[in-house]
């Protein structure tokens, strides 16, 4: 069946540090979208990719999706502490989303 | 316009019950799709429904269903409580059914089972 594999599952970083995820698929995607959950808070989306290489940017936050349509990453450049949560990408397939088991981040102050 | 709404936000139930879970979509949105969080197994997906058709389920045992109003409402309900069913259960709407919009989530259901 379709797996949804991210690295890390944990990140622990300094405030001003970079910060990047990874999401993995053993199949090639139609397209991925990233959703952001805070603690205690529920996903909220990002973005969605959709071409092969496409590389989006929302001010801190890079989101690339790979040439092959495998595997898509998440980098945000000088992290705040406004951007502590939890990070998931979710694979359209089969009519659902699979979600990978998402990325922690905590922010040092 | 007004997010996604659930009911009720936390629950208590024991072992052997029964419960319903409800779910408002943003106004508009005829597909809502329903997820169970848990810090072990992430964000799974349980089923969506579509112009109140059930258009996909996830690996669920069957004590769990849904159904969807002519409005878009949607319930879940799951039955014979077992302790690993304590979760958040979230749902989601979308303008279109198949997961390729944007998944609006609502704040979820905390249920803990006793």
């Known amino acids: 069946g379709q797996q949804v594999m991210q690295i890390p599952q944990y990140q622990h970083v300094q405030e001003g540090e970079d910060f990047t995820t990874y999401c993995n698929s053993s199949?090639?995607?139609?397209?991925i979208q990233w959703y952001k959950q805070r603690p205690g808070g529920h996903p909220v989306f990002l973005i969605q990719?959709?071409?092969?290489?496409e590389v989006k940017k929302q001010k801190r936050l890079t989101f690339q999706f790979g040439e092959a349509k495998k595997n898509s990453s998440l980098h945000i450049t000088a992290t705040q502490t406004t951007d502590v949560g939890t990070y998931f990408c979710?694979?359209?397939?089969?009519?659902?989303?699979?979600f990978g088991t998402g990325t922690r981040l905590t922010v040092i102050p | 316009k007004a997010g996604v709404t659930q009911t009720p936000r936390y629950l208590i139930k024991t072992r052997g019950q029964q419960v319903t879970l409800s779910c408002s979509p943003i106004?508009?949105?005829?597909?809502v799709s329903w997820y169970q969080q848990t810090p072990g197994q992430g964000l799974q997906f349980l089923f969506e429904?579509?112009?109140?058709?059930?258009?996909n389920k996830g690996n669920f045992p069957g004590r769990f269903s849904g159904r969807q109003f002519s409005n878009s409402r949607s319930e879940m309900n799951v039955s014979t409580l077992e302790l690993g069913d304590s979760a958040l259960y979230l749902c989601?709407?979308?303008?279109?059914?198949?997961?390729?919009?944007?998944?609006?989530f609502g704040p979820g259901t905390r249920l803990t089972v006793l």
């Open positions: 990719l959709v071409k092969s290489g």
């Open positions: 429904y579509f112009s109140e058709t059930q258009r």
């Open positions: 989601a709407s979308s303008s279109t059914s198949g997961a390729r919009d944007t998944q609006y």
């Open positions: 979710g694979q359209t397939g089969a009519n659902n989303l699979f």
């Open positions: 199949t090639t995607l139609s397209n």
């Open positions: 106004s508009g949105h005829r597909s």
